[in-house]
C-alpha cells in the first residue's frame, strides 16, 4: 500500500474531481452540499483528534468519529434528524469511492458504511391561505429598491412555486414576456421547465425589470452588492415579511413560514382551483413532496417551443382530447388558474390519431 492510498488529502481531491465532477458529473449544489459536509467534519475531527486535516490519515476516520460527528451535528448544532442523514449520505459517498482506492482499509470502510441512517418523522408541510398570501405581498415596501425586490420575488414564488434554488438563479434572459410569457428554469434533476406566468406577475416583472435593474442585468434578484442572493438570504427576507404581514394578518404568527411553504401554497391553490389527480396525477401534494404537481409540468412539457400555453394545447390535442396526457379540461383549469383564455371546442382523431380514422369532437367539459 502506498503513502497516497491512506492520505486523506488525496482522497478527497480524487473524491471531488474525478468522482463528482468528472465521472459523475454532478451538479453545482450536489457538490456544495458535500463540501459543507466535509467542512464541518475536518473541524470536528481536528478539534477531537489534535491533528490539522492536512495531516489526517484515511484510518483515522473509524466509524466511533463518524458516530461521534453524526451526534454531535443533533446535540451541539441542533440539526433535525433529516439534516443528519443528508450530512451521512456525503461521507458514505465518499468511503464508498474510497473502498476502490484503498482497498487495504476495506475493514475501517465497512464498518463506517454500516452505520444506520436515523429514522424520522416527515411532518405536514402547511400553507398560506389567500388572505395570508395577500398580507406577505403587501408587507414589503415598495418605495425602496429592496422592497419591490421583495415583493417581485414573493409574487414570482407564489404563483410558480419555483424552488429557492430556482429563483435566486434566475437571471434576467430566463423571464419571457408577451404572448406566450414564461419563465425558464434548470432545476433539480437537471429538468428544464417553462412556467407560464399570470398577468399580474407579467406587469411586476415588467417594472422591476425596465426600472430597476441595470442596462445588462445578470441577476435577476441582486443581493444590494449585485450578487446572486444566498439561500439564507432569502430566508432571512421572508422571515421579516411574515413578520411584518402578521400584524395584519395574525394567523400568520401561527405558521413557520419558509420558502418551501411558498412552492407548497401554489400546489394546493392548483388542487383548490379544480387541477387535481382526477385530470393528472398529483404525487403527495398533501404532504412533503420532491416536485410540483404533475399537471403543471406536464402543461409546461406540452407546451414548450410552441408560443406559450395560450396557442399549444389548441395546436397539439391528440387521441381523447389530451395533451401528453393532459386532458382538455384540466388544460383549461391551469389557464383560468394563470389568467389565460379558455381552449375552444377542437376536433381530434380517435384512436391515436391515425391518417383516415374516425373522428369525433372534444367539447370543453368532456
Same mark, same amino acid.
Given at each position: 500500500?502506498?503513502?497516497?492510498?491512506?492520505?486523506? +488529502?488525496?482522497?478527497?481531491?480524487?473524491?471531488?474531481?474525478?468522482?463528482?465532477?468528472?465521472?459523475?458529473?454532478?451538479? +453545482? /449544489?450536489? *457538490?456544495?452540499?458535500?463540501?459543507?459536509?466535509?467542512?464541518?467534519?475536518?473541524?470536528?475531527?481536528?478539534?477531537?483528534?489534535?491533528?490539522?486535516?492536512?495531516?489526517?490519515?484515511?484510518?483515522?476516520?473509524?466509524?466511533?468519529?463518524?458516530?461521534?460527528?453524526?451526534?454531535?451535528?443533533?446535540?451541539?448544532?441542533?440539526?433535525?434528524?433529516?439534516?443528519?442523514?443528508?450530512?451521512?449520505?456525503?461521507?458514505?459517498?465518499?468511503?464508498?469511492?474510497?473502498?476502490?482506492?484503498?482497498?487495504?482499509?476495506?475493514?475501517? *470502510?465497512?464498518?463506517?458504511?454500516? *452505520?444506520?441512517?436515523?429514522?424520522?418523522?416527515?411532518?405536514?408541510?402547511?400553507?398560506?391561505?389567500?388572505?395570508?398570501?395577500?398580507?406577505?405581498?403587501?408587507?414589503?415596501?415598495?418605495?425602496?429598491?429592496?422592497?419591490?425586490?421583495?415583493?417581485?420575488?414573493?409574487?414570482?414564488?407564489?404563483?410558480?412555486?419555483?424552488?429557492?434554488?430556482?429563483?435566486?438563479?434566475?437571471?434576467?434572459?430566463?423571464?419571457?414576456?408577451?404572448?406566450?410569457?414564461?419563465?425558464?428554469?434548470?432545476?433539480?434533476?437537471?429538468?428544464?421547465?417553462?412556467?407560464?406566468?399570470?398577468?399580474?406577475?407579467?406587469?411586476?416583472?415588467?417594472?422591476?425589470?425596465?426600472?430597476?435593474?441595470?442596462?445588462?442585468?445578470?441577476?435577476?434578484?441582486?443581493?444590494?452588492?449585485?450578487?446572486?442572493?444566498?439561500?439564507?438570504?432569502?430566508?432571512?427576507?421572508? +422571515?421579516?415579511?411574515?413578520?411584518?404581514?402578521?400584524?395584519?394578518?395574525?394567523?400568520?404568527?401561527?405558521?413557520?413560514?419558509?420558502? /418551501?411553504?411558498?412552492?407548497?401554497?401554489?400546489?394546493?391553490?392548483?388542487?383548490?382551483?379544480?387541477?387535481?389527480?382526477?385530470?393528472?396525477?398529483?404525487?403527495?401534494?398533501?404532504?412533503?413532496?420532491?416536485?410540483?404537481?404533475?399537471?403543471?409540468?406536464?402543461?409546461?412539457?406540452?407546451?414548450?417551443?410552441?408560443?406559450?400555453?395560450?396557442?399549444?394545447?389548441?395546436?397539439?390535442?391528440?387521441?381523447?382530447?389530451?395533451?401528453?396526457?393532459?386532458?382538455?379540461?384540466?388544460?383549461?383549469?391551469?389557464?383560468?388558474? *394563470?389568467?389565460?383564455?379558455?381552449?375552444?371546442?377542437? +376536433?381530434?382523431?380517435?384512436?391515436?390519431? /391515425?391518417?383516415?380514422?374516425?373522428?369525433?369532437?372534444?367539447?370543453?367539459?368532456?
Amino acid at each position: 500500500m502506498t503513502a497516497a492510498t491512506g492520505n486523506l +488529502a488525496v482522497l478527497l481531491e480524487g473524491f471531488f474531481t474525478r468522482r463528482l465532477m468528472q465521472q459523475r458529473q454532478a451538479s +453545482a /449544489h450536489t *457538490i456544495a452540499s458535500y463540501r459543507d459536509t466535509f467542512r464541518l467534519f475536518l473541524r470536528f475531527a481536528q478539534k477531537r483528534l489534535k491533528v490539522a486535516p492536512s495531516a489526517l490519515a484515511l484510518e483515522q476516520l473509524d466509524a466511533p468519529l463518524i458516530a461521534a460527528f453524526l451526534a454531535d451535528l443533533e446535540h451541539e448544532r441542533g440539526v433535525g434528524a433529516r439534516s443528519r442523514n443528508l450530512r451521512q449520505s456525503a461521507i458514505r459517498s465518499f468511503f464508498q469511492y474510497a473502498a476502490f482506492e484503498s482497498p487495504g482499509h476495506a475493514g475501517l *470502510i465497512q464498518r463506517v458504511l454500516a *452505520i444506520p441512517s436515523k429514522r424520522c418523522t416527515r411532518k405536514q408541510v402547511c400553507h398560506l391561505t389567500r388572505e395570508e398570501v395577500d398580507a406577505l405581498l403587501a408587507a414589503p415596501d415598495r418605495t425602496t429598491w429592496s422592497g419591490r425586490r421583495d415583493h417581485v420575488l414573493l409574487l414570482l414564488a407564489v404563483q410558480t412555486g419555483l424552488r429557492l434554488s430556482e429563483i435566486t438563479g434566475l437571471r434576467a434572459t430566463d423571464i419571457r414576456l408577451g404572448t406566450g410569457a414564461h419563465v425558464h428554469v434548470l432545476g433539480k434533476g437537471r429538468k428544464e421547465r417553462c412556467t407560464p406566468l399570470a398577468k399580474q406577475t407579467q406587469a411586476v416583472l415588467r417594472s422591476w425589470m425596465s426600472s430597476d435593474l441595470g442596462p445588462e442585468p445578470a441577476i435577476l434578484f441582486p443581493s444590494a452588492r449585485g450578487s446572486r442572493l444566498s439561500a439564507d438570504g432569502v430566508q432571512y427576507l421572508v +422571515a421579516k415579511h411574515v413578520a411584518t404581514a402578521a400584524r395584519a394578518c395574525p394567523s400568520l404568527t401561527r405558521k413557520r413560514v419558509t420558502p /418551501h411553504v411558498l412552492r407548497h401554497t401554489t400546489a394546493m391553490e392548483l388542487l383548490q382551483a379544480g387541477v387535481g389527480d382526477r385530470d393528472v396525477a398529483w404525487p403527495r401534494i398533501a404532504g412533503d413532496h420532491s416536485d410540483l404537481p404533475r399537471c403543471r409540468s406536464d402543461v409546461e412539457g406540452a407546451c414548450a417551443g410552441q408560443g406559450g400555453a395560450s396557442q399549444c394545447a389548441g395546436q397539439a390535442l391528440s387521441a381523447g382530447g389530451q395533451v401528453d396526457g393532459v386532458s382538455q379540461r384540466a388544460l383549461n383549469r391551469w389557464h383560468a388558474v *394563470i389568467g389565460l383564455p379558455v381552449l375552444p371546442a377542437v +376536433a381530434v382523431c380517435a384512436g391515436g390519431g /391515425h391518417a383516415g380514422g374516425p373522428r369525433r369532437t372534444v367539447h370543453e367539459g368532456s
